[in-house]
């Protein structure tokens, strides 16, 4: 569930103005985050079952920052660059943190 949204302008470029999106997130399920982020990731990549095991821990042993980070995962969006991605809990910089350029 969605805690909540913001949009916000944070700096600007030239005639580039960058913008933040944050989202808050309550897992309230994490069984259900787990599936979601295991059926996504099938669907959307090339990585085997055992890969994403290896990647988001199993049902039994579940890596909720790591389902987040993998259903949140920003793909490329027409006329956008996505400068910065993270996912973090409580505060904490996860360990699944990409930054692009």
Known sequence: MAA???????ETE???????IELDVVVN???DTWRAAFSQTLVRTRLTAAEIIETIGSA??????DCLYLLANPAQYDGCEVTKFQVRAGGEQ??????TS
Not at 60 to 65: E, N, Q, T
Request: glycine share 4%; aromatic share 4%.
């Open 4 to 10: 909540c949204t913001n949009i916000t302008s944070v």
């Open 14 to 20: 030239g005639a580039r103005t960058t913008y933040r």
């Open 29 to 31: 399920n994490p069984v």
């Open 60 to 65: 039994r042993d579940i890596h909720l920052l």
């Open 94 to 99: 996860a360990a699944a943190d990409a930054r």
